[in-house]
């Protein structure tokens, strides 16, 4: 196990070594997947991908989508009795940015590039309640509830790809980003003691913020085709 060890260690230096990155005239596109970097620390964003395009040499374009979804039920319990009941909560995100690189000469294996991008996005929240008004128990108490945001956000960068083989690359990326959030307003419908009860909200406005990192700070796996 060892040896094999040492073997593939050897393989994968070899071709570190003689990688090249390939010119606009052979492969225009690249795909990668990122790691991104926030207060919540790394996390993996697929099936968050990015596609280039490479005009030239020197220039590319970049599309990035993203989609993500998270569900929770949280338990409650009735104080000093046997009652249950649950929130259920779920929410499911999404986003498109759209972008442009500048691509330095760097050396054989090693490009390094300045970016500049756009992004647009949303967000939309549910809540179920069962026996719970959204917080504790609540006995014959039920809801459902809907919430959304949209996104937007302006971002510059500076990041490196690095061949390890000849169409294989990782890179990393690091960024200053503006970043808006606009509250969509919600609607909730709740049901208690056999009277229910339509709530609308409107938009609570909007909040923006600058900051290092975000979306541009991150590590990539890519393939160049």
Do not use: C
Not at 27 to 39: A, K, P, Q, R, V
Not at 41 to 47: H, I, K, V
Not at 98 to 106: A, D, F
């Amino acid at each position: 196990m060892k040896k094999l060890t040492i073997l593939l260690g050897a393989i994968v230096m070899s071709g570190t070594l003689l990688a090249q990155k390939p010119s606009s005239d052979d492969s225009n596109f690249s795909l990668e997947g990122m790691i991104n970097y926030s207060d919540m620390g790394f996390e993996w964003n697929a099936p968050n991908l990015r596609m280039r395009y490479f005009i030239n040499d020197n220039i590319a374009a970049r599309l990035t989508l993203g989609m993500s979804s998270s569900s929770e039920t949280m338990n409650v319990y009735e104080a000093g009795g046997s009652g249950t009941g649950t929130i259920d909560m779920g929410s499911m995100s999404w986003s498109l940015g759209l972008g442009g690189e500048y691509h330095l000469s760097g050396t054989d294996g090693l490009s390094p590039y300045f970016s500049a991008g756009l992004e647009f996005g949303g967000i939309s929240m549910t809540e179920d309640w069962s026996n719970s008004d959204g917080v504790d128990y609540m006995e014959d108490m039920t809801a459902s509830v809907e919430s959304s945001v949209s996104t937007f956000g302006l971002g510059l960068g500076a990041g490196v790809d690095y061949y390890i083989f000849d169409n294989i690359y990782i890179g990393m990326e690091m960024g200053l980003s503006w970043n808006s959030i606009t509250d969509g307003g919600g609607s909730a419908s709740i049901t208690s003691g056999g009277t229910t009860t339509d709530i609308t909200t409107e938009s609570a406005g909007s909040n923006s913020a600058l900051s290092l990192g975000g979306g541009n700070m991150g590590f990539r796996i890519g393939w160049r085709f």
